[in-house]
């Protein structure tokens, strides 16, 4: 389907090559929204330069080569080149004509990659907190919208699933017994199973030294040590389960990518690196200096890949997890949802896996995560200052949304103001992460959250849920609003507008893996559809045609808020 910015700069550039010769039709025509039109082309500006003229003369210049009036109404000069173009609504209307009758509502298929996406990482027998939350549902966002658009996205859910507490957590194990209560607290309260292995391994030096002896066994693949921590990460498994059926997001168990996979390549990873002159060994440790990576006084950092004591670290597995990306999954772009100050970690082993040669071909994308703020602007803890459990989270948040929705809507039967507290509660928490740039800081405030005002997640789910109102008002299924669309109105015309921006976001997403920028289309499009509905009746429209072409314009809203929310990870309740 036609994207008006696309189809624009394709007619300017055409004008460019015309106005100035062939050299110049590659030229950028600069296409952006403007206040006083639709779009403004800014070429002339950055031509002038290079032309030796004045912008305003090269600005008649595009204008008088510019063969556009099948797709423009007006075109308009001002201010010091700038050159105004507005659409005809004509060309609109079949635009979104086009739309509502396309299965993907106008969102492109992208030329296919694979594109490992890393997100989420909890640990084995360790609670998730609101740390876990932001990395899970951004990751969950962009895994969803670059399958739509056409991707092999995998999944890897990076686990804490190795290293040195495994000894207590397993010895903890068989003084509590398999199957006992104490052992289900893995699946229901890992903290609090943490914490008894933690107090016997601080009070006891007897089991301490056990759990020493059990992380060689571990280490050195004793049959029986690794039984019990496989029981372990299977506990887990049903806690992470439980927490990612709330959320509502796709990780599943086939998903799991542990550190414990590459376990045994880090040996070998090691001897390559030193073999190939990359890694040295430094106060008995085996390090990777890269250049450029400096700390206090100019000292080289280094990526320490094997300690000192033989032992091997964050540094090792994250080479070894680019190199099986690159080699074994083929990966064209391997997407890591990671917190920000991860960045200089992942560089410099991303820059050690370059070097060896394990990742050519193979773009490794840091998603930056900011932090979750308190609303005194402080990172999110308990008042204790323990981080803040994910699962009592977002009971919070649906126990919340319980309370609004039963205000709201006592006339609902109880399942479903439970099911409608569900989407809006979790709708809510996700919504407000998903709305911020992924590598910024925000409040989490759960009455601005759980607002129907504002850019919120219920202000989307109840625009959805207003449009399917309407037509069960009309009595009939938005899939027999066909149209044909007709734009009169400046509202209509301003929808459908917005409309074809869906299938460009959509696409910007994919490309910079920003999700934010989809939630502030929805949100532009929600307003646009208000202002549409306030201006323009739809049920009562004053003839059959008015009538046909806004429920046409209404389901394609519809279409669009629901698809856009379900690449978010955001349900759309069918009332509220």
Known sequence: MADPQDVLARRVQTALGAAFGAEYAGTDPVIRPSQFADYQANAALALAKRLGRKPRDVAADIVAHLDAGDVVRDIEISGPGFINLTLRADWIADRAQELLADPRAGVPVQQRQNIPIDYSAPNVAKEMHV???????????????????????????????????????????????????????????????????????????????????????????????????????????????????????????????????????????????????????SEGALCVFLPGFTGREGKPVPLIVRKSDGGYGYGTTDVATLKYRSEVLKADRAVYVIGAPQAMHLKMAWGTAKAAGWADGTEPVHVQIGNVLGTDGKILRTRSGAPIRLMALLDEAIERAAKVVGEARPDLDPDTRARIAQQVGIGAVKYADLSVAHDTEYVFDFDRMLALHGNTGPYLQYAAARIRSIFRKGGLEPEQATGPIELGEDAERALALTLLGFGPVVAHVGDTLEPHRLSGYLFELAQAFTTFYERCPVLKADDDSVRASRLALTAATLRVLVQGLDLLGVQAPEQM
Not at 156 to 179: A, K, R, S, Y
Not at 239 to 268: H, P, Q
């Open 131 to 281: 740390g876990h939350l932001r990395t899970t549902v951004v990751g969950d966002a962009l895994a969803r919208t670059l399958e739509f658009l056409g991707h092999n996205v995998i999944r890897q859910n990076h686990l804490g699933d190795w290293g040195t507490p495994f000894g207590m957590l397993i010895e903890h194990l068989l003084e509590v017994g398999e199957g006992s209560a104490e052992a289900d607290l893995v699946k229901t309260d890992p903290n609090r199973f943490y914490q008894a292995a933690r107090a016997k391994f601080d009070g006891s030096e007897e089991f301490a030294a056990r759990a020493r002896a059990r992380v060689v066994a571990l280490q050195s693949g004793d049959p029986a040590t690794l039984r019990l921590w496989r029981e372990l990460i299977e506990l887990s498994k049903a806690y992470f389960n439980r927490i990612y059926a709330k959320l509502d997001v796709t990780l599943t168990d086939a998903d799991l990518a542990g550190e414990s996979m590459y376990n045994d390549a880090l040996a070998g990873i090691c001897d390559e690196l030193e073999e190939k002159g990359i890694a040295v060994v």
